[in-house]
T-cell receptor, first 111, second 112 residues
């Protein structure tokens, strides 16, 4: 069974700090990794995706992938109260199976 | 490009009724996936359609069904509604299976 593990939180960080969200996955054949943000009562929105080992930066967000250790993380620099949401990670391994989502980590940025 | 649209946005039904939800994917996207989300639960995968064929199915009873049309629009149907079916139903589209998924706003179903 393909699984994704995320700490449910809540993860509380002060405004301006770096928030670090982590996700581990069980399927070594995973090839694509995604981070989504979901505000309460809303649908998930894509933040970024990463396919290769290493870091990928997009504005205040950095995704880090380590396939050998089977984990992917999301760093949010200069955290803002508007970043308070649930963050979902997901992975896919081929075109024939659906994406597998974690249950999400709730982030709270305290002003 | 217009995003994923879902109709209706809100729905109130009573136990035993049936309901049909609709999803229009992003133009050019051929893969549509459906999820159920309840408070405190993660996204529960219902099914995935690609080119009018159901390619994957989650662990839900047969009361949950779906289909996809030639224009990639998709519908899901829930028959004999139960109280536990109250949830946010999300549709996501992607260009291909396993590709980046983009979610619609969801349909919030309440079963009384």
């Amino acid at each position: 069974q393909k699984e994704v593990e995320q700490n449910s939180g809540p993860l509380s960080v002060p405004e301006g700090a770096i928030a670090s969200l982590n996700c581990t996955y069980s399927d070594r054949g995973s090839q694509s990794f995604f981070w989504y943000r979901q505000y309460s009562g809303k649908s998930p929105e894509l933040i970024m995706f990463i396919y290769s080992n290493g870091d990928k930066e997009d504005g205040r967000f950095t995704a880090q992938l380590n396939k050998a250790s089977q984990y992917v993380s999301l760093l949010i620099r200069d955290s803002q109260p508007s970043d308070s949401a649930t963050y979902l990670c997901a992975f896919g391994n081929s075109g024939n199976t659906p994406l597998v989502f974690g249950k999400g980590t709730r982030l709270s940025v305290i002003a | 490009k217009a995003g994923v649209t879902q109709t209706p946005r809100y729905l109130i039904k009573t136990r035993g009724q049936q309901v049909t939800l609709s999803c229009s994917p992003i133009s050019g996207h051929r893969s549509v996936s459906w999820y159920q989300q309840t408070p405190g639960q993660g996204l529960q995968f219902l099914f995935e359609y690609f080119s009018e064929t159901q390619r994957n199915k989650g662990n839900f009873p047969g009361r949950f069904s779906g289909r996809q049309f030639s224009n990639s629009r998709s519908e899901m149907n829930v028959s004999t509604l139960e109280l536990g079916d109250s949830a946010l139903y999300l549709c996501a589209s992607s260009a291909r299976q396993g590709d980046t998924q983009y979610f619609g706003p969801g349909t919030r179903l309440t079963v009384l």
